[in-house]
Each structure stands twice: as structure tokens, then as C-alpha cells.
């Protein structure tokens, strides 16, 4: 599985962008797609995943702000950031995880920098 993101980039405060993860490959029909971010000194968190039936779930840090969904018919994630602030400053990654038949695979995209100026 490949997963292309689109180009993050920088935004003033209080602005807003949108991220997208576009998978090919062999995506299976069960799966999770989720973003991840990594601020410069820390560790990489989950900030918003969603599974292939809809159901969504988002660090307490960006409820409200940012929404996550996706197209199945295009295997691709959406990740709609509003009412950004400095310290969602961070390398954006995507990230999907697959079940079939019992096994676990997951695949991680190529980062993506998303700047917000104060």
C-alpha cells in the first residue's frame, strides 16, 4: 500500500487548511486511516483517525478544530484543520492500518510540513 499526501504548507493563525491521503495498492475494505503529527522535540501523536465505517475519533487538543473523513471510493482521507494555532505546528503524517484474515498491517505516508504563524 502506497499513501500519497498532498503538500501541507504555511498558514496564519486562525486560518485554515486541508490535508488529503490518497492510498492505492492493495487497500483492503477494513481499515483505519489516520493522521499523525510530530512537533520538533516530541514525540509523534495521534490527531485524528477514522474507520472505514465512519466512526472518528480525535486528540482532545484539536476537537472542534479539525474534522476528519474520508471517500471510500477513492481510498482517501481528508483532514480539514480550522482555527489553527502555532503549536499545531508540526510534520503531518498519514497513516492506515488494515485487517484481513486476522493480520495487522499498517503503512505510513511521507511526512508532510505544516507551518502556522503566530
Known amino acids: 500500500v502506497q499513501l500519497q499526501a498532498s503538500r501541507g504548507g504555511l498558514v496564519q493563525g486562525g486560518g485554515s487548511m486541508r490535508l488529503s491521503c490518497a492510498a492505492s495498492?492493495?487497500?483492503?475494505?477494513?481499515?483505519?486511516m489516520g493522521w499523525y503529527r510530530q512537533a520538533p522535540e516530541k514525540q509523534r501523536e495521534l490527531v485524528a483517525g477514522i474507520t472505514s465505517g465512519g466512526i472518528t475519533n480525535y486528540a482532545d487538543s484539536v476537537k472542534g478544530r479539525f474534522t476528519i473523513s474520508r471517500d471510500n471510493t477513492k481510498n482517501t482521507a481528508y483532514l480539514q484543520m480550522n482555527s489553527l494555532k502555532p503549536e499545531d505546528t508540526a510534520i503531518y503524517y498519514c497513516?492506515?492500518?488494515?485487517?484481513?484474515?486476522?493480520?495487522?498491517?499498517?503503512?505510513w505516508g511521507q511526512g508532510t510540513l505544516v507551518t502556522v504563524s503566530s
Open positions: 495498492g492493495s487497500v483492503f475494505s477494513l481499515n483505519v
Open positions: 497513516n492506515i492500518v488494515q485487517y484481513r484474515l486476522g493480520v495487522r498491517r499498517e503503512y
